[in-house]
């Protein structure tokens, strides 16, 4: 095995040599601890492990905790570890820690928290998450205002592509959804209704609530699975290839050239894909209501046109800009946060995905609330 910072050679069939280089710490080195264990199980033979530090320029407690792992699998298996080419500091530091046994049952003890811990635990967490949220909507805010005063730094030819992944190529992706939404709005109302004659009165459930309701969170949901988790993988891997810290060393904004065009994009496109999965929503419902129910085409469309109003388009439109906003927020803030490895990509993709549908859903009671009290 031999990487920049690791090297494994095999001096004999019994021995084995792990050659440290450069800096090892926290920040510019994320090891591999399985990939090391599993080359070092599969070696037959093997008695003893040296370790060679000589081109070690730094380490912290990252290079510490390989050499406790090291020593804890030499002890597991029986072989000789060598430390003699250790760094006085790290000998110092791994004899403490051998002579300091852990406390049985202490690990048990630590992890069984009473549920009035776990509370304050997941409070302070999501008191955590809405300042960050908070600070990162500033950012953003500042941002806009940067904008508008013709001082943003950021392509014009990013913004249009970003425009065109968010737009454009999500279409057939909703137009699925709107026609299956609709669909099956009409046959779950059509149920009851039937029951009461009142089978002409899908039009009025699949237009309302396509318009208000289904229309915006649906689209809403299929944006943040497919668009904003991209936001936060691309963002994450910039993270991983330093990227991201190059654009802070030449001076440039990050908000403004990297979350400001995908913030702008998704704001932009995610209104008209909503007005268009509500009018294939309000398609579906009516195969349905035509084919199934025997309604006749022009009874549907009038009865849909005499049931919803412009009030109604306005509702789902304002729940997209909404949704617009949590998601790319979601997905730029967790690509921002991800870590410097792969692993941490796929965490912030995930958890980037997660935070927008939890938020879409927050957000849509809250309006509906308001908008009911509103009269509207």
Same mark, same amino acid.
């Given at each position: &095995? ?15 040599? +792990? ?61 000789? +570890? ?49 300042? +960050? ?28 592509? @970003? ?59 299929? &944006? ?25 060393? @030449? ?5 403004? @050239?990297?979350?400001?065009?995908? @913030?702008?994009?998704?704001?932009? &496109? ?62 730029? +803030? ?18 980037? &995905? ?23």
């Amino acid at each position: &095995m031999s990487d920049d910072s690791l090297t494994i050679s095999y001096p004999s069939e019994s021995r084995a040599v +792990l050659s440290f280089k450069g800096s090892w710490t926290l920040r510019d080195v994320s090891f591999d601890w399985q990939g090391v264990i599993q080359e070092l199980t599969d070696r037959r033979g093997l008695e003893a492990i040296s370790l060679d530090t000589g081109r070690l320029v730094r380490w912290d407690s990252q290079f510490l905790s390989l050499v406790l792992h090291l020593h804890d699998f030499a002890h597991q298996r029986d072989l000789q +570890l060598d430390t003699e080419g250790l760094p006085e500091g790290v000998r110092r530091l791994l004899k403490l820690a051998q002579d300091v046994p852990e406390r049985k049952g202490a690990r048990r003890r630590a992890q069984s928290y009473s549920w009035l811990y776990r509370i304050g635990a997941m409070t302070l967490k999501a008191w955590r998450e809405s300042v +960050l949220f908070t600070r990162f909507a500033g950012e953003l805010t500042l941002s806009l205002l940067r904008l508008f005063s013709g001082r943003a730094n950021f392509r014009a030819i990013d913004f249009l592509h @970003f425009l065109q992944a968010a737009g454009p190529e999500a279409l057939p992706i909703v137009s699925l959804i709107g026609v299956l939404v609709g669909a099956v709005l009409a046959f779950v109302g059509a149920i009851q209704l039937q029951m009461f004659g009142a089978e002409i009165y899908v039009a009025n459930l699949v237009g309302l609530g396509s318009v208000r309701e289904m229309g915006a969170m649906m689209t809403a949901i299929i &944006m943040a699975g497919r668009t904003g988790s991209a936001y936060a993988a691309q963002l994450g891997t910039m993270q991983v290839n330093n990227e991201i810290d190059a654009l802070k060393t @030449f001076g440039i904004s990050v908000v403004d @050239f990297l979350v400001l065009p995908r @913030f702008l994009a998704l704001l932009i &496109m995610l209104p008209f894909l909503t007005l268009w999965a509500d009018m294939l929503a309000i398609l579906g419902g009516l195969m349905v209501g035509v084919w199934v129910l025997d309604i006749s085409l022009i009874e549907y469309l009038i009865q849909t046109r005499e049931s919803m109003g412009w009030g109604d388009l306005a509702v789902g439109t304002v729940k997209s800009v909404l949704f617009a906003i949590v998601i790319a927020m979601s997905g730029c +803030l967790r690509g921002l946060q991800s870590g410097r490895n792969s692993s941490a990509v796929g965490h912030a993709t995930t958890s980037a &995905m997660v935070t927008a549908i939890l938020l879409i859903v927050i957000w849509d009671a809250i309006s509906t609330l308001i908008f009911n009290q509103l009269g509207i």
